[in-house]
């Protein structure tokens, strides 16, 4: 791994001291690619010293150096390093030095680079944040969402296999608590295609992780967190680059993926971004079987058998297509893009294994047109705006029609002419989001920062067709309008310390159908609005003090408002709960981290702790209708309170071996104490865990790199990964009797990797087994995952 992971913290401290004293000089200049443009966010440092700095957005640098002979140099992603050799004789003494890099096509190879570029400026923000760089895992087979199971306190809750639903857990909050942004864009509405197990690892260059407290730049009402995920780096403004790759591999699964794209000398950009996924889903699962005989169906529950899935074909298209001008006077970017994607999945299983399927699927098609806009320095020096709108239709039909009922084993009974294996359906739902997101931001000198942020969102859906179980409420329809306002200011001292204050203006205004029915598994819609409003604060703050160490403090008075999917359900296997009140919390973060370069020997080690306090909780929850049926819905759960302590250690020598991991503890329970509806009778579930939940889980991973293997600038690389959860309660651990408790087991997985990169990554070779001891994999309500795996990977890069 590269020598420079990790880059040190201790940079800034060691500057301020010796500045502090006068025995500095300063070094000032620029940076320009070959073509002429300035590059911000290049690393600026003197090689063996812990002096370093970064240019700003015209690539001007400023950088206080010892005296004496010293090699200065310059780093940026997509670009060869440059050293330069300066002399400071005198003291006081200062020089210009102006360079020029030139772009590289050589893929990193780290998983994770602290202290490069837009990463180093994340991970030492005020915020519990973190960016992960993932150019190294662009030659696997996963997709994003493998890499974000690499980071601290984060946990992917998937119901299957390629395309299957996915709940993402960050810090104890899941589902939607987490919001997913795409280059700072929100991304509800945006289509199953999109999701985020969905998208091609090569999608994206870093994803950014936001833990409780979010920054009023995203303008969010996310409880657990923000993941944002960048899919260009500021300052690698290609000129021309192409990125093809496809993968094969177990269960007839296939995936490629091409982004290609230009910008002309004056400015003029042009990119095109496709994917696919295609999947059998034939693995094996281990579950009881439902017996048809002529005097009635039953389940076994202590006979379990091996079965295969028969009915879990899945496959989606998605294509981006981006026009606009960068770098004009007028704008930095003005972008217009489409997005246009499908998808097609057949329906294995209902939210519970013993559900099956042998007919039932769903399809949606969406279209997405959107602008961007961004300008830094409008108008007057230090005022900037960035400006995003989309409007998509996404189109969903849920079409389940079977005369006939199946089970494990693919046999199938005639179901005495009624129509639907769940609830009969055959209709299609119009979703319509439009979005707009607005922050303008003042900078006063080097120190002082004002943000003003503006998310509008609005949401309607009409379904058209049939629906025998719950044709009331889908013949109503569904709006929902929501206006977050946002204000924040930062102030910056020396960079040795810096603080953030905000405060948060949350409206939402939904309308669509209530279950007005005091009997369980009974139906009585009715037309129901309301109206919810409130305001939230918080502040952020780090500190670098001693060698290498930063410490991180930040609290959140939070606000989350119910999405349309938990208000008005999918109109298929989840139930819409237009009496969910919005989520209340008080979320505290603290984190202690140190990081050093000691020439070929790096070492990262951060330790964090979380405190929420969760007012109306929303949980997910499982409900039996009459006919043995089973439909998921959210409802809001009293008082819960979380607890959580992860740690993450990384060592690094040179650039040939890397070895780390991360662990979780969370203690997630239930505080309301009393039952509802007024009594004071105490809850049997007080203090207890919150089912369905895993509190402890880790990972690690090792990597080792043979450089120039069978060739200059080839390099082959070998990565072993596990990953570990402890068993936790499917449902309240302390009802039932002990012995017949449902609980998801342990499970530790293993996976192996090989990749070869030919040419300084232009042509890449890549081959996994993933769970390679067979482990039984569990997730949402007991639901298995595949077994043992083998995917094979193809891809060329090329930039210049």
């Keep these: 791994m590269n020598k420079y992971i990790l880059f040190f913290l201790s940079t800034f401290i060691t500057n301020f001291s010796f500045a502090e004293n006068g025995m500095l000089n300063s070094i000032t200049g620029t940076v320009k690619s070959s073509s002429g443009e300035p590059l911000d966010y290049v690393s600026v440092y003197i090689k063996g010293t812990h002096y370093a700095c970064f240019s700003d957005e015209k690539g001007r640098f400023t950088l206080d150096v010892p005296r004496g002979k010293q090699e200065l140099v310059f780093s940026l992603l997509g670009f060869r390093n440059k050293s330069v050799e300066i002399n400071v004789a005198k003291k006081g003494e200062s020089q210009t030095v102006n360079v020029v890099l030139e772009e590289s096509s050589q893929e990193l190879s780290e998983v ?24 190294a895992l ?9 890499a974000l199971a690499k980071a601290p306190g984060i946990k992917l809750r998937e119901s299957g296999g390629v395309g299957s639903d996915m709940k993402l857990s960050l810090d104890g909050f899941s589902g939607r608590h987490v919001k997913i942004f795409i280059d700072g864009v929100p991304q509800e509405g945006a289509g199953a295609s999109f999701g985020i197990n969905n998208i091609p690892v090569n999608f994206a260059e870093r994803i950014e992780i936001y833990r409780g407290v979010v920054p009023v730049e995203f303008g969010s009402d996310a409880l657990g967190g ?11 403004r290609r000129r021309t680059f192409a990125d093809v790759s496809y993968s094969y591999g177990s269960f007839n699964t296939h995936k490629s993926h091409i982004n290609v794209g230009h910008t002309a000398k004056n400015g003029f950009t042009v990119e095109l971004n496709a994917f696919q996924n295609y999947s059998d889903n034939s693995y094996y699962v281990y579950t009881s079987v439902k017996e048809f005989t002529e005097h009635g169906d039953y389940i076994d529950t202590d006979k379990i058998e091996k079965a295969k899935r028969f009915h879990d074909t899945y496959h989606n298209e998605a294509v981006i297509a981006k026009v606009g001008v960068v770098g004009k006077k007028y704008a930095d970017r003005l972008l217009l893009s489409v997005n246009l994607s499908q998808s097609d999945k057949e329906i294995q299983n209902g939210v519970e294994q013993t559900i099956v399927f042998g007919q039932k699927r769903r399809k949606s098609d969406s279209f997405m047109p959107s602008l961007e806009y961004r300008k830094r320095n409008l108008f007057v020096k230090g005022l900037d705006m960035n400006l995003t709108a989309n409007y998509n239709r996404n189109q969903t039909h849920n079409l389940d029609t079977a005369t006939y009922l199946y089970n494990w084993r693919g046999e199938s009974k005639y179901n005495n002419g009624k129509l639907g294996e769940q609830s009969y359906q055959n209709a299609r739902s119009n979703n319509d989001n439009w979005n707009g997101t607005l922050n303008v931001r003042y900078r006063i000198g080097d120190q002082h920062t004002l943000s003003l942020n503006h998310v509008l969102t609005a949401f309607t ?9 719950q044709s009331a409420s889908s013949a109503m329809d569904k709006v929902s309008q929501k206006n977050i306002t946002g204000l924040s200011y930062h102030f910056n001292y020396d960079r040795k310390w810096n603080i953030s204050l905000f405060g948060k203006y949350y409206n939402q205004f939904s309308e669509g159908p209530r279950n007005e029915s005091a009997e369980s598994g009974s139906y009585n819609y009715v037309q129901f609005s ?16 001693l060698k290498n160490f930063q410490t991180k403090i930040s609290y959140e008075k939070a606000l989350r408002l119910p999405t349309t999917d938990e208000l008005f359900g999918d109109e298929d296997l989840e139930l819409g709960s237009m009496n969910l009140k919005p989520e209340r919390s008080d979320n505290f973060n603290a984190s202690l981290s140190y990081n050093a370069d000691l020439k070929k020997h790096a070492i990262y080690v951060e330790g964090g702790f979380l405190y929420r306090d969760t007012k109306d909780y929303i949980r997910r929850v499982t409900n039996k209708f009459s006919g043995g049926l089973f439909y998921a819905s959210h409802e809001n759960h009293g008082r819960v309170k979380t607890i959580g302590l992860n740690a993450e250690l990384r060592y690094t020598y040179s650039n ?4 780390g991991g991360n662990l979780t503890s969370q203690n997630i329970r239930d505080y309301e104490k009393y039952v509802t509806g007024g009594s004071l009778q105490q809850s049997s579930t007080y203090k207890v865990r919150i089912p369905n939940m895993p509190y402890f889980f880790f990972n690690t991973d090792a990597a080792v790199y043979f450089h120039n293997l069978f060739g200059k600038g080839n390099t082959l690389t070998l990565t072993y990964a596990n990953f570990f959860v402890n068993e936790f309660p499917l449902y309240w651990e302390n009802h039932g009797n002990s012995t017949t408790k449902m609980r998801v087991p342990n ?7 090989l990749a070869y990169s030919i040419k300084n990554g232009r042509y890449n070779l890549s081959f996994e087994c993933r769970n390679f001891t067979n482990e039984r994999l569990y997730d949402n309500f007991n639901l298995q995952k595949a077994g043992r795996a083998f995917y094979g990977k193809f891809r060329y890069y090329l930039s210049k």
């Design 747 to 753: 499970q530790f997985s293993h996976d192996i990797s």
């Design 530 to 545: 309301e109206t919810a409003d409130a305001w939230g604060y918080g502040a952020a703050g780090t500190y670098f003090f």
């Design 226 to 236: 923000v993941i944002n995920i960048v899919t260009i780096a500021k300052g690698n």
């Design 112 to 135: 994770e680079v602290r202290g490069k570029s837009a990463v180093r400026k994340v991970n030492e923000s005020a915020f519990n944040a973190v960016a992960i760089d993932v150019k």
């Design 656 to 659: 040939l071996f890397s070895v």
């Design 138 to 146: 662009h030659n696997t087979t996963g997709g994003l969402s493998d």
């Design 461 to 469: 859906r009409k379904t058209l067709g049939n629906s025998e179980t």
